[in-house]
């Protein structure tokens, strides 16, 4: 009899299981009874009782990923673009026309040295592109001890990492401004930094979300729309990648002619670090 109860009262939730106990005469059964059926055998998720919560779910829903947690990628990586720009305004337009986050236009710069163009210096680009490259090989080594364990945790130490150095520059800024040595300390410190951050950013795969460059974001904006016959599908995403460049460049800049130095690098540290306290593991 108890056998066919729970069969009962798992086809029929009460008050109807109460009704059928009761015309067919059963006994009603122990509460302890009803969190589980008679029958042996693996329990499957379609046949958990209501009251059934795995890992502690009171409403039934799927298992919490912990990758899960945070800021989506692609909201912090738009977020990172907006610091890239900041930080380039601060190094092209306060440290002697160098770049640190985007290399491309750094490898032209140091084309422009070269060629004796004034207003631009060797020692000043071949320092970015040597931090540059050192960072990113730090990123990778990162890469290589978190990104197949959590790309949670991976994203967290490497933008802490990055609020960590923009801040120091930062307080180098505020500390001897003008000095010669604060120009190459800062172009050292932002250039890993964004090594650091660009190995990360490639590794993790998000596409059309470089957070330094938008040559190829441009390009597949236009060669993938639907007047180019395309579908058009990530031209939001793509979009805002633009906007949140421009507007870093916009910020930094007038914050680099009308006050100084320190404050937009203070800026892209505070939200780097936000962005490291926030972020998830999906995209």
Known sequence: MSHLTALVEAAAPDPLGRRLRRALRFPPRPAAARARFCFSGPMTADAQPEDAHPHGDPHGGPPDDPESRGLRLVAVLLGLTVVSGMIDAVSYLGLGHVFTANMTGNVVVLGFAAAGAPGFSIPHTATSLACFLVGALAGGRVAGRYGGVSRRAWARVTLAAEAVLVGAS??????????????????????????????????????????????????????????????????????????????????????????????PLLISAAAAGVLAAVTSGRE
Do not use: C, E, Q
């Open 170 to 263: 930062a307080a180098v800024a505020y500390a001897a401004p003008g000095a010669a040595a604060t120009v190459y300390a800062l172009i050292a410190l932002t250039a890993f930094a964004m090594g650091l951050r660009n190995a990360t950013v490639r590794k993790l795969g998000v596409a059309d979300l470089t957070t330094t460059v938008l040559t190829m974001t441009l390009t597949g904006l236009a060669s993938d729309s639907r007047a180019a016959g395309g579908p058009g599908h990530r031209s939001p995403r793509r979009v805002a990648a633009v906007v949140a460049m421009l507007l870093g460049a916009a910020l930094g800049g007038w914050l680099v002619l009308h006050r100084d130095l320190g404050t």
